[in-house]
């Protein structure tokens, strides 16, 4: 993977700490958060991270953001609106940054988000909102850089091959190596393509209008 879990949760981290409307940030569930042995400090920002599927070049998870705060009851309603105006604009923010910000750019990209808020009445009477993430986190390894020695896939002609392409000019003043798999924009030109060591085509680029 390009970036792993623990580079989310760092990310995350990164966020709430920045963040002036959050005290306590906590890497998992939300039930574990709050039955730690010490007591959290409000507003809470959790997140715990669960998977969906796998494709060829991404990894799809679904990010769970869930920020709470106590609210207090005095009279009919206290300040639960309050609580949740609050907490939902801090939802507002981390998804604003995820979706935005550069950093977050190059780990991947949102592909859909929905918040739905939340009531606890456990030890701790908090509420807030459960922001729902569906994230595609970008994974350029291939079958070529896997950590294995000494296994062999039993290649065959349609798959995907793991030599380095030497790609020379035709003038022999270019000249350059790529991972198979790799896709490079080269001049208008015409090159021979040799693989390990031996020429393998001649072909011509037309320049792109």
């Given at each position: ?6 580079n ?17 940030y ?17 507003p809470l ?6 998977g969906n599927s ?5 990894i ?15 009279g009919r ?20 940054v ?6 977050w750019?190059?780990i ?18 908090s ?21 294995m ?8 002609a349609n ?5 380095d ?8 003043s ?36």
């Amino acid at each position: 993977m390009k970036k792993t879990l623990n580079n989310l949760n760092t990310e995350l981290q990164a966020i709430a700490d920045a963040h002036l409307q959050v005290n306590t940030y906590y890497w998992g569930d939300f039930l574990n958060a709050i039955n730690q042995d010490k007591a959290v400090t409000y507003p809470l920002m959790c997140c715990f991270v669960t998977g969906n599927s796998l494709e060829k070049v991404t990894i799809p998870v679904t990010i769970n953001i869930i920020v709470a705060d106590k609210f207090f009851k005095n009279g009919r309603q206290g300040n639960l609106n309050d609580t949740e105006s609050d907490t939902l604009q801090v939802v507002r923010d981390v998804y604003e940054v995820i979706s935005k910000s550069p950093r977050w750019q190059n780990i991947g990209k949102i592909t859909g988000a929905t918040a739905s808020k939340f009531l606890e009445k456990g030890a701790d009477e908090s509420a807030g909102w459960i922001l729902a993430i569906s994230f595609t986190i970008y994974d350029n390894q291939s079958i070529c850089n896997l950590p294995m020695m000494g296994y062999d896939f039993e290649t065959s002609a349609n798959m995907q091959m793991c030599e380095d392409v030497i790609i020379i000019n035709s003038d022999g003043s270019f000249t350059h190596t790529a991972a198979s798999g790799d896709v490079y924009t080269l001049p208008d030109t015409t090159y021979n393509v040799y693989v390990n060591g031996n020429l393998n085509s001649t072909f011509n680029i037309p320049t792109l209008s």
